[in-house]
């Protein structure tokens, strides 16, 4: 039973290329999220407009078959949803029970600076891990402090819920500068690699159970869990013979799994190699750690950034969009990110909006649910949600080489969150140089004046 005959939920950063799949998965919800008002909010008016247009399309075009013509409440989204574009947040904000943030603060252009600075001195240029992470961290957590303070100001019931990168370290500085706002981070990763397992399992998602630990993207999956019984030797076991086909496998993918994205393939690859030396399922963001230098060398081969393929990516989509808007060439859907992305964020809307207390894989403060990691510190792990949010399942003991990488990098984060409100040049320099994939105190200092100098207009408080 719902409380609420139907609800309000407000997309920031709804003019990105992500929202239709997102919607898609609000309809593949049905009537376990009933939908009053959907509102886009975003501060580019073209992308909005093309976004908003087709998100229109797919709610009228659903509507004709999933409404109830005499308006009862089995209708989920119907044609009485009312579809709202704004580029004014505060707009967006009034009436709203949740609100999805996936604003990208600088937009990819400022995403590419984040890949390509570190990489001119040999290191690692990633959107969330390392140097790339931390110029995200900068950019990201003022203005997400900004959007915690006035939601509470405009909508102090409702939920925020948070992924905008770097969702660990956006988490952290939420829950410590604005505990009053009611917020629940996440991550499409921690699914990902549960979808994957339960193919290879040949099961279905929710019949299994998993133990996972870490931090946002830097986490494991230890156990999975049939009726209590532990099937992880069992799908190691599995994976030592699928190895031995070699690269073939990469051909059986697209097949045996529906994937057909070239980088989730190759996340797919690498997250078999890693299990099956370490016989436990590190999430791909790990490959950063566990092949530190072979990862940077394919960077550094490949000539463009992601942030550039992806700028790529998102003109096609865009494009594709407004063709299906204006032609009605429903053929030409495709959507950025995989189902599972959708169905995390907004199975975990539903299961807050329905109490379910359902087990989801959220970045919430620790709490105590890890050992060896300080109480208030963000960690990503398993956490039961509903009504009153997430509370993080008692994981306790973790290796040490989990828990050692945790440390440090939890180290890093907080540090990192500091910089970012403090606007401390210092702070921001103690911690880029204590990344594990940082090189030297000197590399670490010409990436943060590289950075602060690239991103000046997006770090107002380091200029101070
Ligand atoms: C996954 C991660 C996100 C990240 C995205 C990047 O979905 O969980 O946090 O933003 O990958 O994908 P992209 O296609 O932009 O490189
Ligand atoms: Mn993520």
Redesign the pocket.
């Known amino acids: 039973m719902t409380d609420k005959q139907a609800y309000n939920i407000t997309v920031l950063g709804g003019g990105s290329a992500y929202t239709p799949g997102l919607v898609a998965g609000l309809l593949r919800l049905g009537d376990k999220l009933p939908l009053a008002r959907l509102t886009l909010v975003d501060i580019d008016e073209h992308k909005l407009e093309v976004v908003g247009s087709l998100v229109r399309h797919m709610i009228e075009t659903s509507g004709a078959a999933g409404a109830s013509a005499s308006g009862s409440s089995a209708g989920s989204v119907t044609a009485r949803t009312q579809v709202t574009l704004t580029t004014d947040r505060l707009e967006g904000f009034r009436g709203a029970d949740f609100v999805l943030s996936q604003i990208r603060v600088g937009g990819l252009k400022h995403r590419a600076l984040d890949e390509r600075i570190p990489n001119k001195y040999g290191v690692l240029g990633q ?2 891990t390392g140097p790339g992470g931390f110029a995200m961290a900068l950019r990201s957590i003022p203005v997400m402090l900004d959007v915690a303070r006035d939601l509470q100001r405009v909508a102090p019931e409702a939920w925020l819920v948070n ?1 905008t ?1 770097p ?1 660990g370290l956006v988490a952290d500085a939420l829950h410590r500068y604005e505990s009053g706002c009611k917020v629940i981070s996440i ?3 921690p699914m ?1 690699v549960q979808f994957l397992v339960s193919k290879l399992l040949g099961m279905p998602m929710n019949a299994l159970a998993v133990d996972y630990v870490g931090l946002n ?1 830097l986490g494991w999956t230890r156990h999975i869990y049939h009726h209590g019984v532990d099937l992880m030797d069992q799908l190691h076991g599995m994976v030592v013979q699928l190895m031995q086909l070699g690269p073939a496998i990469k051909g059986m993918i697209p097949k045996e799994l529906g994937i057909g994205d070239e ?1 989730e393939i190759e996340e797919i690859m690498v997250i078999l190699q890693m299990f099956h030396r370490l016989k436990v399922i590190p999430s791909p963001y790990l490959q950063y750690y566990y092949y530190k230098d072979e990862t940077v060398k394919k960077q550094l081969e490949a000539g463009k950034t ?2 550039e ?2 700028m790529e ?1 998102e003109k096609d989509l865009l494009g594709f969009y407004s063709e299906i808007t204006r032609d009605k060439k429903p053929e030409l859907w495709k959507k ?2 995989g189902d599972w ?1 959708a169905d995390m964020m907004m199975g975990l809307v539903a299961a807050i909006a329905n109490d379910t207390h359902e087990t989801y894989i959220v970045n919430v403060p620790n709490r105590g649910a890890v050992d060896g990691i300080k109480y208030d510190k963000v960690v990503e792990v398993p956490a039961v949600v509903g009504r009153d949010g997430a509370r993080p399942l008692v994981v306790g003991r973790v290796e040490s080489d989990m828990l050692g990488l945790m440390q440090v990098v939890a180290a890093y984060e907080e540090l990192t969150v500091e910089a970012a409100v403090e606007g401390s040049r210092e702070k921001a320099l103690r911690a880029l140089s204590i990344h594990p994939l940082v090189p030297s105190l000197d590399v670490a200092e010409r990436i943060l004046n590289d950075y602060l100098d690239a991103h000046r207009e997006y770090l107002p408080a380091f200029s101070r």
């Open positions: 959107e969330t992924y990168n969702t991550c499409d990763m990902a993207h980088k992601r942030a393929v992806v990516i950025r990110g992305h």
